[in-house]
């Protein structure tokens, strides 16, 4: 299993402590590629691209509009 | 052309009560935007354009005009509505969307228009150089020495309404002052990838008018460039161009991430402030004492806190107050 | 392998045009904040990145220059995406628009091609009032000359802007702010579907039977089909069984779709975010009318925005705009019941 995680660094979380997950690109359950873009983040106005970090099954797990801080865990790829 | 005490004073009032409004303004329009940015959202939802940076602009200009004067003002108007005496708690109101507000709710932000002191604004590029050519012909016909002053962007400069009007107003000798506020950005793009001209004032050659250039933000500059152009405007010796080169320390919008700009601009910027440097220059050179600034400061803050104040606690228009005042 | 590849509508219009760009080198795009902004509405992010500066142009804030270049391009062989930032900024350059796009091709007796896009954010609802929230869909489409599209989701999005690049004909694309799926901008469910990865088009003047039903005809367009997908389902709990069409284009219009639709139910509602008088409602509805008015077993409905400029503050813009409850009332009404 890999998480797909939002980064430490995205973006500075002392200026802005929260995000959203602002779209999934991906139903949940898909196959996806590594490094398709699966989701988008977004802080105050700008966003964000989340890559799928391996190749398999994608399970959502912070769906859209939940709340994100860098190293939030949003979903996970089976990649079984 | 050097100010008085008193024109200094009354400058400094202006662009500290600008600034502040600005910072009060950028807090209220983040209001229920957090942590989910949704520009629907909030008090004052909808888009923002902040001036902060540009009070020069406005208050070297406004310092010099007349509640007869006209000014038409752009989709970032507030500095320049504040300067032209604006009523502060309606204004405020109408960017609350209250029915208060200067068009009770109907305008917002970008529509701000008080008749009693002869400001308009309008949210469309380059149309500000139209209505004040004509409240400058209407002066002319209606025998007065009244001025109009049309505010617009660098990327403005650019916009077919922009070269006509100044063409039109040069023509038939008008007494426009067409006052560019060169921000160095068009939302994006900078000025050097929109205009074929590194300094706007040139371009008053064009157009048979004077054309002035303002460095550095400098409110000074701008006052004596302005002073100029109003008294020759009054006189009857028709328009002039002035192209300020001011810093809006904001987006182009709230919210606007700015991608395009480089990191440390703004605190650079910020290191220059106009209003830090107008205060020194009254405490040092124009007899004006700390105690004197420190007052004014304080009482500017006090009327935009007041106006805020009045606009939270105002009326929500009713829904069918849409219908009215689309004819006279 | 299941792919539910999910597109907001930014995304699935960017992905046409990426895809119409690689293979035509003709396409090329200028507009305001196209480049390394990627578009005020996202409608061209990523595209300077892969396709660069010289075919992906930010442009001064000068519209009718640079859509009359456009204009000029297209006639000397390239086959220009233009974009005007806003709809309501059209005052600025209508020219170029409706009297040099929208007629050379005729002035040359079909001679002279003028095979651009010209893409612009529609629509309102977020309070950017009366400059900068309106739709004006009547405007263009009743202008001879060009063809007019406004796609209501991801999946169309896409087509319709291979179909309108493929073009040789001038089309206004006229994208809805609210259905292109950006974040900070509240957008339907809907809007946003799954979009095959491989290049497609849909042809113009084919609406789309988005949900069939017996009792009555709801005709809609961009934002307002969803209103009436919503008021539908409402409807549906009340026994009412609506019939929703997306026409997805005004220019041409496929008029023979709310024909076939009217038989079957006998009542028609047409609801559209534009301005009421003179516009798409009414061209609907005339279009039944002459056709044959004994179709119809009660007045047709329309539910679109007043004749007002917009207006900024939240209950007024609410007040005003179409919704699935006006169009639900609309609909109760030609079924002669009072407005619950």
Do not use: C
């Given at each position: 299993m890999a998480d797909i995680r939002v980064p430490n660094d995205l973006w500075n979380a002392d200026e802005t402590p929260e995000g959203v997950v602002a779209n999934w690109l991906y139903r949940d359950g898909s196959e996806v590629g590594a490094g398709d873009t699966v989701a988008e983040i977004m802080v105050e106005k700008a966003t964000m691209e989340i890559a799928a970090p391996a190749a398999g099954r994608l399970t959502i797990t912070v769906p859209k509009d939940g709340v994100v801080r860098p190293g939030t865990v949003i979903g996970r790829i089976d990649e079984s | 052309m050097e100010p008085t005490k008193n024109q200094l004073l009354w400058m400094y009032d202006a662009m500290a009560k600008a600034r502040y409004y600005e910072d009060t303004m950028a807090k209220a329009y983040m209001e229920g935007k957090s942590p989910k940015f949704d520009i629907g959202a909030g008090p004052v939802p909808g888009e923002m354009h902040l001036s902060a940076g540009q009070e020069p602009c406005a208050a070297g200009v406004c310092v010099h005009l007349r509640f007869d004067d006209t000014v038409t003002a752009t989709h970032r108007p507030h500095h320049v509505a504040i300067a032209k005496g604006v009523d502060l708690n309606k204004m405020t109101a109408e960017i609350y969307g209250k029915r208060s507000g200067l068009a009770g709710g109907r305008g917002g932000h970008m529509h701000l228009f008080d008749p009693a002191v002869n400001f308009a604004c309008s949210g469309i590029i380059g149309?500000?150089?139209?209505?004040?050519?004509?409240?400058?012909?209407?002066?002319?016909?209606?025998?007065?020495d009244a001025v109009a002053v049309a505010y617009l962007g660098e990327g403005a400069a650019n916009q077919g309404a922009f070269h006509e009007a100044l063409n039109l107003a040069s023509l038939w000798q008008l007494p426009v002052i067409f006052v560019i506020e060169d921000n160095a950005w068009g939302i994006s793009v900078p000025k050097s990838k929109s205009t074929a001209v590194p300094d706007n004032s040139v371009r008053a050659q064009g157009y048979n008018m004077p054309g002035v250039h303002v460095a550095d933000n400098d409110t000074l500059k701008v006052f004596e460039a302005a002073g100029e152009a109003v008294e020759r405007a009054r006189r009857g010796d028709g328009p002039t161009l002035i192209e300020v080169q001011t810093y809006r320390y904001y987006g182009h919008f709230q919210g606007d991430p700015e991608v395009y700009r480089p990191k440390d601009e703004v605190a650079h910027l910020k290191a220059r402030d106009p209003i830090d440097r107008l205060r020194k220059h009254m405490i040092d050179q124009a007899g004006v004492t700390e105690a004197e600034a420190d007052e004014a400061l304080s009482q500017a803050q006090a009327e935009v806190d007041a106006a805020f104040e009045f606009a939270r606690q105002?009326?929500?228009?009713a829904p069918e107050d849409a219908l009215e005042h689309v004819f006279a | 392998m299941p792919n539910n590849r999910v597109l907001t509508g930014s995304r699935a219009m960017v992905e046409a045009i990426a895809q119409e760009m690689r293979a035509d080198p003709k396409v090329f795009v200028m507009g305001e904040d196209v480049g390394p902004y990627g578009g005020i509405f996202s409608s061209t992010t990523g595209l300077l990145d892969e396709f660069g500066e010289e075919r992906v142009r930010d442009t001064p804030i000068s519209e009718t220059a640079f859509i009359g270049a456009g204009v000029g391009a297209a006639m000397a062989g390239m086959r220009p995406i233009v974009e005007l930032m806003f709809v309501d900024f059209f005052g600025v350059c209508m020219d170029a628009i409706y009297n040099l796009a929208a007629k050379n091709t005729y002035f040359s007796g079909g001679n002279c091609k003028v095979p651009m896009v010209l893409m612009t954010a529609t629509g309102g609802g977020?309070?950017?009032?009366g400059q900068h929230s309106q739709t004006l869909h009547a405007t263009f489409a009743h202008l001879p000359g060009m063809k007019v599209v406004a796609p209501s989701n991801a999946y169309d999005a896409k087509?319709?802007?291979?179909?309108?690049?493929?073009?040789?004909?001038?089309?206004?694309?006229?994208?809805?702010?609210?259905?292109?799926?950006?974040a900070w901008m509240a957008a339907p469910e809907e809007a946003s579907t799954e979009v095959p990865e491989d290049a497609y088009s849909i042809p113009f003047g084919e609406a789309k039977v988005v949900r069939e039903g017996r009792d009555v005809t709801i005709v809609a367009i961009s934002m307002t089909v969803h209103h009436a997908r919503a008021a539908a389902e409402a409807l549906a709990a009340e026994g009412v069984d609506a019939e929703v069409i997306d026409l997805r284009s005004l220019v041409p219009l496929d008029r023979e779709a709310v024909l076939k639709s009217v038989r079957k139910t006998g009542r028609l509602v047409v609801a559209d975010e534009d301005y009421r008088n003179f516009g798409l409602t009414a061209e609907v509805i005339a279009s039944v009318v002459e056709t044959d008015p004994g179709l119809l077993r009660s007045p047709p409905r329309r539910v679109a925005f007043p004749d007002i400029p917009i207006p900024y503050s939240r209950p007024m813009e609410q007040f005003a705009l179409p919704d699935a409850d006006k169009i639900r009332a609309a609909v109760q009404q030609t079924l002669g019941k009072a407005a619950a």
């Open positions: - | 149309e500000s150089a139209g209505p004040a050519t004509g409240a400058g012909l209407a002066a002319k016909l209606q025998g007065t105002s009326d929500d228009p | 977020y309070n950017d009032a087509g319709l802007m291979t179909s309108a690049i493929r073009d040789d004909s001038p089309v206004l694309y006229m994208f809805h702010k609210g259905l292109q799926g950006l």
